[in-house]
């Protein structure tokens, strides 16, 4: 274990509001691949992946591409900004956040169509 002998037990809110946004999007991208994972080994598509990565072999690619796209929309079909909010409202209820934006008109499932959504 690391630990500091130095630490005031005050956090920094500067980093920590820095710190937040780019993880919680790369926590996301975890879990897409996650998911992508879990579906392809249910489905018997050979899965490897570093990072943002995703490789299998040439004969699973059209599928692997197509549960990539299912798995982004499944995922995405739930409010993820709404659930953090309520998740930050319930462990701190004596804090006002700010509304969240309106949600745009874009059909998550259209990425199921796109040719570029991941290459």
Wanted: hydrophobic share 35%.
């Amino acid at each position: 274990a690391v630990v500091s002998t130095q630490s005031t037990g005050d956090v920094n809110r500067r980093k920590q509001s820095t710190a937040f946004p780019p993880n919680f999007v790369h926590s996301l991208d975890s879990t897409h691949m996650l998911m992508t994972a879990i579906k392809c080994y249910q489905e018997g598509v050979p899965f490897a992946a570093v990072h943002d990565s995703f490789w299998t072999l040439p004969c699973h690619v059209t599928r692997m591409n197509a549960i990539l796209r299912e798995q982004f929309a499944l995922m995405y079909s739930y409010d993820v900004l709404k659930k953090l909010k309520e998740s930050f409202e319930k462990s701190n209820p004596d804090v006002e956040f700010n509304p969240l934006p309106e949600n745009g008109a874009l059909d998550i499932n259209s990425v199921k169509d796109s040719e570029y959504f991941f290459s």
